[in-house]
């Protein structure tokens, strides 16, 4: 919490370096991803990647660290033990690349999320093995998102689970 409430406080004051480059996108969601498989292992989720190797994306490094970090953690968060979470990126055109998280988790009400990306709503709740949440680190993701070019868009059915996905330019 303390890390996405500083890290949102320095984007919005315009103190977060912003250094696009071409960057290959596997190594960067394989780190993130990395961060979680400790969380993900005491609840017995398996988190899969499948993204290829040739496909690169024009983002920050740093910024897209975080939103990836970010997007795995509340799918871990909010996954039943034994659930899944799968990373997948694909060429949307000749300019794009959708990356996406997806989860068999708990998924949300639309009143959840309508507010998801509103800082002063109401949106964090209990991880399904009571982890804490304040809603904070998708509001990050959203700003973070926007500043690489892209939308954060949300799908998501309660008991279903969620599907975060944004697009990147390719070049």
Same mark, same amino acid.
């Given at each position: $919490?303390?890390?996405? =409430?500083? $890290? ?16 290959? =996108? =596997? ?5 993130? @991803? ?21 496909? @690169?994306?024009? @983002? ?14 509340? @799918?871990? #968060? ?25 989860? %068999? ?14 800082? &002063?709503?109401? %949106? ?10 304040? &809603? ?11 500043? =690489? ?10 008991? #279903? ?11």
């Amino acid at each position: $919490l303390l890390e996405n =409430l500083l $890290l949102w406080a320095r984007s919005k004051r315009g103190m977060i370096p912003f250094n696009p480059t071409l960057i290959e =996108l =596997l190594p960067v969601v394989r780190e993130g @991803a990395e961060m979680m498989e400790e969380p993900a292992k005491i609840k017995n989720i398996t988190i899969e990647i499948d993204i290829n190797e040739d496909i @690169a994306v024009l @983002a920050d490094n740093n910024i897209l660290q975080t939103i990836i970090r970010n997007l795995v953690s509340n @799918a871990v #968060k909010f996954t039943l033990p034994g659930g899944h979470v799968i990373l997948k990126a694909k060429s949307k055109d000749n300019s794009s690349v959708e990356v996406s998280v997806e989860d %068999t988790g708990i998924g949300m009400s639309h009143e959840i999320m309508d507010n998801l990306f509103k800082p &002063g709503s109401r %949106t964090g709740r209990k991880g399904t093995e009571g982890e804490s949440s304040s &809603g904070l680190g998708l509001i990050v993701c959203n700003d973070f998102v926007k500043m =690489l070019g892209g939308k954060l868009e949300i799908e998501s059915e309660q008991g #279903k689970g969620s599907r975060f996905f944004f697009s990147l330019p390719s070049h």
